[in-house]
């Protein structure tokens, strides 16, 4: 398969990760006979350092006319901590979901045993927790109108969804659940906003369209309890953009890194895929963030593209990297590897799953992926 890729390295250590996920893609273009093509651009504040603009129209049509785009990460301090900044590196990310279409944000939350000492959370908790977040990405409070007095003493921000806004993600989010457990669960809070309201109603009348799949609700801030108290009731977890964006962080922590989270924006001609970690200014150059959310993100780009073998080889990879203890300081205190050596090790672990069972394990623990 030939695919476009649009790389937006972004901000922070965008750049660092991204390079990591690309080279797992490129060991996969050699062992399953691939052509991706990876065309880099500026987004964030990079772009506004250069351009004056967080996304620059070059980086608008580049996306427009790819097949996929593979985000690092936005963000800068030195708009975050002044609030009088007109322009933003978020405003270019928010821009560009809305230009692509990007309505749906799939964030798996998945604990791997092996790290399952990492979580905050006990072990009896957290074992065997698997499940998906769908948020609506393009329509909500983040879009709405917004104003503030002449004064700067009264602000709003109107939440406002349509029918069809909400049609579209929940149709999304229960053909998953038929491929998962079967069970969707809507986070609003319709007992008090009107819009949570319209989002029972459409769901509610489009769960009738999927008799096989339970359908349940709770209110946000029930769901952030019950996230922590019993994360593994939940399969897959469907709601509005603010909601989505609170409770997806939230559940970052119980897989113990927020640095092993991918996420896929998919919309109906575009998609998008990049970690849910921040730009994480502090860690810039040091060689210490953890790729594997941002190589994860790869995996996810070529599920969307039907490349499933592919990915689900560098799942193993990225499963054999953690049992053997290849990995960056977020997940072991005492680990001296580095981004760059993680992303290296991952990346020479790819391999046909045809043939995984007759690999040379010792090599795989050296990094090389050796066929006997």
């Not at 893609?25 to 772009?47: C, D, K, M, R």
């Not at 821009?95 to 964030?107: A, C, M, P, T």
């Not at 069809?164 to 999304?172: D, N």
């Not at 009348?205 to 994360?231: C, H, K, T, W």
Request: proline fraction near 4%; charge should be negative; hydrophobic fraction near 40%.
């Amino acid at each position: 398969m030939n695919l476009k890729i649009a790389l937006l390295s972004g901000d922070g250590i965008g750049p660092e990760v991204l390079a990591q996920a690309v080279k797992c893609l490129q060991s996969v273009e050699t062992t399953f006979n691939h052509h991706f093509t990876f065309s880099p651009a500026l987004v964030g504040a990079t772009a506004i350092d250069q351009t004056g603009t967080p996304l620059p129209d070059e980086t608008l049509e580049l996306c427009k006319n790819s097949d996929a785009v593979l985000f690092g990460a936005i963000g800068d301090p030195k708009y975050d901590n002044d609030p009088n900044a007109k322009v933003r590196p978020e405003q270019g990310l928010l821009k560009l979901r809305k230009e692509l279409g990007l309505f749906s944000n799939i964030r798996p939350v998945r604990v791997y045993q092996s790290l399952i000492d990492r979580s905050p959370l006990k072990k009896e908790i957290v074992s065997g927790v698997d499940f998906t977040i769908y948020r609506e990405l393009t329509g909500g409070i983040y879009f709405g109108e917004k104003k503030i007095n002449e004064k700067g003493t009264v602000a709003s921000d109107l939440c406002e969804y349509s029918e069809k806004e909400i049609s579209r993600i929940a149709h999304l989010a229960f053909k998953a659940a038929k491929s998962r457990r079967k069970k969707v669960t809507l986070v609003d809070k319709a007992n008090v906003l009107e819009s949570s309201r319209l989002w029972r109603k459409v769901v509610t009348r489009i769960g009738e369209s999927y008799p096989e799949i339970e359908l349940d609700f709770l209110f946000v801030d029930n769901a952030a309890m019950q996230m922590i108290l019993n994360p593994s009731q939940f399969d897959v977890i469907l709601t509005n953009n603010m909601f989505g964006d609170i409770i997806s962080d939230e559940a970052s922590v119980i897989t113990g890194s927020i640095g092993l989270l991918a996420s896929a924006s998919v919309g109906a001609d575009n998609a998008m895929f990049e970690p849910i970690h921040g730009s994480f200014p502090q860690a810039t150059g040091l060689d210490i963030a953890n790729p594997i959310a941002a190589i994860l993100s790869a995996a996810m780009l070529l599920e969307h593209h039907g490349l499933i073998e592919e990915a689900q080889a560098i799942h193993m990879a990225v499963e054999n990297a953690i049992l053997n203890n290849v990995v960056t300081p977020d997940l072991n205190a005492d680990s001296t590897l580095g981004t760059d050596y993680v992303g290296d090790y991952i990346a020479n672990s790819i391999v046909d799953t045809d043939e995984y069972l007759h690999l040379n394990n010792e090599n795989i623990g050296l990094g090389k992926s050796t066929i006997i």
